[in-house]
């Protein structure tokens, strides 16, 4: 299967891996839930080159995962924001940090720390069960055919 197939396989990673699965998307979508909107923000926080810059834009747009928005007339200047449904995106960039925070950090520490508004703790996000509000791991859950699969083994 070639690379540009992949949106069309059944299995909802592939199709997340056709929009966001490049290193520059990833970034772009860091700095975005890291407050970057303008388009030489995101650049000089990246270091990605424009074409592909304009590239990545234009595909999280198209996936109405970024929209941009006029917030100047004059002369007319755009930033982009995160929609619904990118900032939905916000536990796979989070959860990719832990994952870096855990094995890929140094000795001079984590990057970045999560701060939780309200109690105002250093925090780390867990993934807890939607139906009993138990933290799982990846040994805790099994997996079956959901609906589309079962129609596409038919």
Known sequence: MRWNEIGSVTCSVARTLS????????????DAFLGVRRFEDFQSASGVTRHVLVDRL??????KILRRIKYQEHPPRLEYRL???GTDLYAVVVSMTRWGDKYM???KGVPLELVHKDCGHVMSPELVCSECDERIAARDVRTRPGPALKRARK
């Open 19 to 30: 929009v966001i699965g490049d290193r520059w998307t990833l970034l772009i979508l860091r």
């Open 83 to 85: 929609t619904d449904k």
């Open 58 to 63: 234009r595909k999280l747009e198209h996936h």
């Open 105 to 107: 950090s140094d000795k």
